[in-house]
């Protein structure tokens, strides 16, 4: 087994259009964790519940197509405009090698920052993240940026 020690990375691409519209007819405040912040807009939110709105079912083929068979913590990570996750490091079990992070819906003006670089996380594109690296998120656009991640436990993809 290889842990990965980079920070993120790019490593394929994916058809996350289904889920996309999925999540786009579910209202954002019927999502878990949904208490408003001071100034009235949405906090953060994480579904981690399979059967909530059937996600477990609509996530599957992202993380098939992926080609991935040793999966843990599969998680749906909504950060809604002008709100973020301050920075953080998670810790891991030793099996683990990174996490994988899918981005559904974003925008531009979402920033992914871990090990002190701002990058740019872009729906249909699987990424490998070190969340054992400071991260952090930041969506100061006008639009929910809703990520698909999973943690891999096995070498898949270098």
């Not at 996350?16 to 939110?45: E, T, V, Y």
């Not at 996530?59 to 996750?85: C, D, H, Y």
């Not at 490091?89 to 701002?118: K, M, T």
Request: glycine letters at 6%; a neutral charge; proline letters at 9%.
């Amino acid at each position: 087994m290889t842990h990965w020690h980079g920070t993120v990375e790019q490593f394929a691409t994916v058809d996350c259009s289904a889920m996309a519209a999925w999540l786009q007819s579910i209202p954002f405040k019927k999502w878990p964790q949904q208490s408003p912040a001071p100034d009235g807009s949405l906090r953060p939110a994480m579904v981690t519940d399979w059967n909530w709105h059937r996600f477990g079912e609509h996530a599957k083929p992202i993380v098939e197509a992926l080609g991935f068979n040793r999966t843990s913590q599969w998680m749906l990570s909504a950060v809604m405009p002008g709100q973020e996750i301050p920075p953080h490091v998670d810790e891991q079990p030793s099996d683990w090698l990174y996490r994988v992070h899918v981005p559904i819906l974003s925008n531009p003006q979402a920033i992914f920052r871990c090990g002190g670089q701002d990058h740019v996380l872009l729906p249909g594109i699987a990424y490998k993240v070190n969340t054992r690296a400071e991260h952090a998120v930041y969506n100061r656009g006008s639009t929910p940026r809703v990520h698909l991640m999973f943690d891999s436990m096995e070498t898949k993809h270098g």
